[in-house]
């Protein structure tokens, strides 16, 4: 089985951090969430506390398939300065693991250098942060092994393609179907 994890830092955007790890886990996904903070509680950027499935200190993240970064502020740059978080990136950008990261949360790797000469999107007014990447301005965007997201309501699109790319489309349409996310897009 796929193995995800997602790190969350105080401020992180909520529908960036929890709709990946519920739609992952619905699709049959195991994905946890890795506190940054030093503690297992996390603060979101609207002031409410979470309790993660980890700390990044007591996670073993070898066997990661894929590493992801929501959104948000200041989680991101919480994210950006963490030192497990950046070596962990590296790490799994060195193996050709998957990456992904959304909203704001492209400027860590554009700070790591995992964007250079790929195609990437994000928040408006962050591909500044994105060094070396080429803006998409799209929902959503894949090139290679890294997937980045555009913003809060790109967050379903990004995480049905993250799912898509453990599961297939299959599991995808089922999952879209079951949660209503035809009937959104008028299909």
């Known amino acids: 089985m796929a193995k995800v994890y997602e790190f969350l830092a105080n401020g992180f955007e909520e529908v960036e951090g929890l709709a990946p790890v519920d739609i992952l886990r619905r699709g049959g996904v195991?994905?946890?969430?890795?506190?940054?903070?030093?503690?297992?509680?996390?603060?979101?950027?609207?002031?409410?506390?979470?309790?993660?499935?980890?700390?990044?200190?007591?996670?073993?993240?070898?066997?990661?398939?894929m590493l992801l970064l929501p959104g948000g502020l200041p989680g991101s740059t919480n994210l950006r300065d963490h030192e497990g978080v950046c070596a962990a990136l590296k790490a799994q950008a060195a193996k050709g693991g998957r990456i992904g990261a959304i909203c704001a949360a492209p400027l860590v790797l554009g700070h790591l250098g995992l964007l250079e000469g790929r195609y990437a999107t994000c928040?408006?007014?962050?591909?500044?942060?994105?060094?070396?990447?080429?803006?998409?301005?799209?929902?959503?965007?894949?090139?290679?092994?890294?997937?980045?997201?555009?913003?809060?309501?790109?967050?379903?699109?990004?995480?049905?393609?993250?799912?898509?790319?453990?599961?297939?489309?299959?599991?995808?349409?089922?999952?879209?179907?079951?949660?209503?996310?035809?009937?959104?897009?008028?299909?």
Do not use: C, W
């Open 123 to 187: 928040y408006p007014g962050f591909e500044k942060f994105m060094t070396g990447a080429h803006y998409t301005r799209e929902l959503f965007t894949v090139d290679g092994n890294i997937i980045t997201g555009e913003g809060p309501a790109a967050t379903l699109p990004y995480s049905y393609e993250i799912l898509r790319m453990f599961k297939g489309d299959d599991t995808v349409a089922s999952l879209q179907e079951g949660m209503m996310y035809n009937h959104l897009m008028g299909k």
């Open 30 to 65: 195991d994905i946890k969430t890795v506190s940054v903070t030093g503690s297992e509680f996390v603060e979101t950027a609207h002031g409410v506390t979470l309790k993660a499935d980890l700390k990044i200190e007591d996670a073993d993240l070898s066997d990661a398939d």
